[in-house]
Structures are given as C-alpha cells and as structure tokens.
C-alpha cells in the first residue's frame, strides 16, 4: 500500500514564501506523475502543479511564476515552494501519485491570512 505523507503546511502571512513537502513510501521513480492539488473552500478540486519521470513540470495559470515543484528521487520525496503567496492560495494542498493507480495524501491545510 502506497503512502504519501504531506507536511509543511500552517499559517503564513500574504507576500511570505512556504515549502510544502510529500514522502512516499515507495520509489517515486514507480509514478509516471508526481502532482500537488488543492482545494479551496466550496471549491472544486485544482490541480496545482505537477512534475513526472522526466523531470518537466506544469502549472497552473493561478499559480505559474509563483510556485515550483521539484523531487529529491533519493529521499523519495516531492516539494512545492510557494512564493508571494497570496490569500485566494488559502486551500487544502494534496500530494498525488500516478501511474496505472492514483494514490493520495491526507492533504495539508495553507492559510494564508495577516
């Protein structure tokens, strides 16, 4: 059974920079696609970034300049630095593993509030 364990999130203040971080238990070399979603209140369900085998990445128009996703392959662990963070960021971040399954984290709660 895959694990993805996300951590990093809380309380930041708008224009303040936060790292998101999501350990697998398994060889993230075994998922196609790596992804962070997030889900705003009453929202749907956004994916956020995304990151595969290969190392390309993409994001969403809400976020792009902003954010950057990157994987550690060693630590079998995927990130999401987000920058000039904003209040509409203020969302329930997932980790989202892919290959022929999808597999999901417990999600970390971001509020971005002064």
């Known amino acids: 059974q895959v694990q993805l364990v996300e951590s990093g999130g809380g309380l930041v203040q708008p224009g303040e920079s936060h790292r998101l971080s999501c350990s697998s238990s398994?060889?993230?070399?075994?998922?196609?696609?790596m992804n962070w979603y997030r889900r705003a209140p009453g929202e749907e369900r956004e994916l956020v970034a995304s990151?595969?085998?290969?190392?390309?990445?993409n994001y969403a128009d809400s976020v792009k300049g902003r954010f950057t996703i990157s994987r550690d392959n060693g630590k079998n662990t995927v990130y999401l630095e987000m920058n000039s963070l904003k209040p509409e960021d203020t969302a329930v971040y997932y980790c989202?593993?892919?290959?022929?399954?999808?597999?999901w984290g417990q999600g970390t709660q971001v509020t971005v509030s002064s």
């Open positions: 989202n593993a892919q290959n022929v399954f999808n597999y």
């Open positions: 398994e060889n993230i070399f075994n998922f196609n696609d």
């Open positions: 990151i595969n085998v290969g190392g390309r990445t």
